[in-house]
């Protein structure tokens, strides 16, 4: 089965400096779905306000290390990967 997860990065020090928005809202974790969401916000300052929401098996937000990211997900797929030959990706 394929797995999709997303990392949202912090701001870069261009965009805090640019005082961005932050556009995303992260919803928790839903045990019926077991999948979690992101809302895709457009900022206020924009006349038409949208959202969208979108769906991930995991998100991690922009506190989660990078090595916790690895513990929790990817280490398991390089492990299936190299003892049971099945294929994976990871995006970076």
Known sequence: SV??????????SKERLNH??????IQPFDEKSRQSLI????PKKYRRRVSRLFRFDSIYDEH????HIFDDFIQSLVYDVTLY???GTVFA
């Open 64 to 67: 989660h290390r990078t090595e």
């Open 39 to 42: 809302k895709l916000v457009t």
């Open 20 to 25: 961005s928005v932050k556009c995303i809202e």
């Open 85 to 87: 030959g099945y294929s």
């Open 3 to 12: 797995k999709v997860l997303i990392r949202c990065r912090p701001f870069s």
